[in-house]
Structures are given as C-alpha cells and as structure tokens.
T-cell receptor
Framework: GAVVSQHPSRVICKSGTSVKIECRSL??????MFWYRQFPKQSLMLMAT?????????EQGVEKDKFLINHASLTLSTLTVTSAHPEDSSFYIC?????????????FGSGTRLTVV | AQSVTQLDSQVPVFEEAPVELRCNYS??????LFWYVQYPNQGLQLLLK??????LVKGINGFEAEFNKSQTSFHLRKPSVHISDTAEYFC???????????FGKGTTLSVSS
C-alpha cells in the first residue's frame, strides 16, 4: 500500500534552534499533504494543508513564519519548526491524500516526537 | 461548524468481550467518515471508512461500523476484543472529499485479561 515515510521519529533540540521534519511518499505522488500536531493524550489538530508547488494554507492560530512548510515536489513535504521553544514540544504527524473523486483515503506518517529543551 | 464527538474518553473491557466506541458528528450535509487506530508513538492506521453505499462498513481486525444519518452517528464495534486491540481510536470526518480530516478527541480502549 501507499506509504509515507516520516523522519526523524524523535528529535531533541535546544531552544532557539530549528528542526526540519520530512515526509516522503515512497510509492505514489502526494499532491496534497496535511500536517497535524498532537499533544499528549489529545487529538490531532490540523496545522496546515500543502499542495505541491504552492504555498501552504495554515489553520487559524498557526504561525506560518514559525512552522515553515515546503512541498516542492510530489514526493517530499517538509515542516521546519523555527526558533523552537519548549511549548513547541509535541508529536507532529503528516498525512497524504490518496486517490481521487469518491475513491479516496489518507495515509499517515509514523510521526515525529519533538522535544525542545 | 462541523465537529466530531467521541462520547467516551476511556473504555476498559475484558478480553473476548464485545465493545462499542461511540462517535457522533454534527453536520447538515453529507459527510465522509473514518475510524483510525493509533498505537503509542506511532502514526494512524485506517480501520474503516464510509464514503457512500452500504451503511454497514466492515474494516480490518474484525471491526465494523454503521453509518446512521438520522442519529448522526458512526459507532465502531467489535464482537470480541483481544489484548492487542489496546490502543487509541479516533473517529474523523470531512465535509468535502479529499479535504483535511477533522478528528474527534479519541477513545482509549484498554483490554485486560
């Protein structure tokens, strides 16, 4: 089946540094990618939607200058957390849309646990 | 605004017992409904989805769900659970095909022997 490979799975960084999370679609072309954030014991909150070759659409309350999303190719989307702070510590998950029309679905990356110290 | 409500945050059951995880959605238009399972520190795995057609949907690992438009529900069921079913379960919906999923808060299913 369609697989999205997400790396790194875990990362610890110091406050003020930037961290890049990558999501690659291994055997399909991901024209649309979604980025979610999940706090412990909570649901997934949509951060942004990115379409290949265009600027990402951010959800209300998500700082686009802090969470930089790049979707420059059909197989790679990246999320860069800039000037990270401890409150950015969270579990980040990417998701790609599969299929077209009413025959569609989603596949998810395995997530990245970010800890900012 | 559309929302998804998972009525139970935690559901403890014994092994081989039946289980139902409840999900209600609020919407006045057609919706597309999904159930996902998440194991600790992992991504989400699709259990089943309803896009159209038969309202009784069968998924993986013996799970099934029934779309009930009049009650705006999409409850997940399994007739006999295993220890390995212990995980977090999320109901999700989107209004338009292919748009971002909106997730419920999740239900922790704990299966004990």
């Amino acid at each position: 089946g369609a697989v999205v490979s997400q790396h790194p799975s875990r990362v610890i960084c110091k406050s003020g540094t930037s961290v890049k999370i990558e999501c690659r679609s291994l055997d399909f072309q991901a024209t649309t990618m979604f980025w979610y954030r999940q706090f412990p014991k909570q649901s997934l909150m949509l951060m942004a939607t990115s379409n290949e070759g265009s600027k990402a659409t951010y959800e209300q309350g998500v700082e686009k200058d802090k969470f930089l999303i790049n979707h420059a190719s059909l197989t790679l989307s990246t999320l860069t957390v800039t000037s990270a702070h401890p409150e950015d510590s969270s579990f980040y998950i990417c998701s790609a849309r599969l299929g077209q029309g009413l025959n569609y679905g989603y596949t998810f990356g395995s997530g990245t646990r970010l800890t900012v110290v | 605004a559309q929302s998804v409500t998972q009525l139970d945050s935690q559901v403890p059951v014994f092994e081989e017992a039946p289980v139902e995880l409840r999900c209600n959605y609020s919407s006045s238009v057609s919706v597309y409904l999904f159930w996902y399972v998440q194991y600790p520190n992992q991504g989400l795995q699709l259990l089943l989805k309803y896009l159209s057609g038969s309202t009784l949907v069968k998924g993986i690992n013996g799970f099934e769900a029934e779309f009930n438009k009049s009650q705006t529900s999409f409850h997940l069921r399994k007739p006999s659970v295993h220890i390995s079913d212990t995980a977090e379960y999320f109901c999700a919906v989107n209004l338009q095909a292919g748009t971002a999923l909106i997730f419920g808060k999740g239900t922790t299913l704990s299966v004990s022997s």
